[in-house]
């Protein structure tokens, strides 16, 4: 098995990056970046630390940041598992990467910079949803920000309604837990999990 060594090989592979691909990074939103990042309901969030990297799906029924200005963006930190593996490394280390799909388009939106967990009351309260509140508020402070080739996008057929047969070949939670743990009652966490998550999205 071959494998590179150095960046010079990878260079040398891959040959010279378009300018399209240079030109496109930008230290602040454009009015185009945030016009794509506000129709953006769903974006994966990666965070590093000492303990290892996480990389974790937020999505919200709205544009799932708040710009704040052209660098500075709001995530708020709603209900979920308690595992908090992302909050810890940012906490950590700031350092984190976004990335941003939008349903329908191709195109993805990239975001790297720093973050930090804010608990400001004012803050927590301006995302209130039907009387409830995030925890915390994950401020993220743009260092760069571009927008993805859609060639993945397009490869995978993500938005393609016939690929939606694909999610009835993985298997369910319960499944999976069960496979962890033998004696997990699977078949009641499955008939029960959707209704619970949805009365506890906020």
């Keep these: 098995m071959t494998i590179i060594r150095s960046v010079e090989e990878l260079q040398a592979l891959y040959g010279v990056v378009g300018e399209a691909s ?18 953006s309901p769903f974006l994966a969030l990666a965070t590093v630390g000492p303990d290892g990297l996480d990389c974790s799906p937020r999505g919200d029924e709205g544009p799932v940041v708040r710009v704040e200005d052209d660098k500075t963006l709001l995530l708020p930190d709603w209900r979920g598992n308690n595992r908090i593996d992302s909050l810890i ?43 409830k509140h995030p925890r915390s508020v994950v401020i993220v402070r743009i260092g760069e920000v571009y927008f993805q080739c859609a060639r993945a996008v397009m490869r995978a057929g993500l ?3 016939e690929r939606r047969e694909l999610g009835k070949q993985v298997p369910t939670p319960g499944a999976m837990l069960k496979a962890a743990k033998a004696d997990f009652d699977a078949e009641t966490y499955d ?12």
């Design 22 to 39: 240079l030109v496109k990074v930008r230290p602040v939103l454009t009015p185009e970046y945030r016009q794509m990042i506000e129709a």
């Design 89 to 131: 490394n940012i906490v950590r280390d700031p350092r984190i990467a976004l990335m941003f799909l939008v349903p329908g388009s191709d195109l993805v939106l990239r975001v790297n910079g720093t973050a930090e967990v804010s608990v400001d009351p004012a803050l927590l309260d301006s995302f209130e949803v039907d009387g």
């Design 159 to 161: 938005w393609n309604p």
């Design 191 to 202: 008939r029960e999990w959707r209704g619970r998550a949805e009365k506890t999205l906020w």
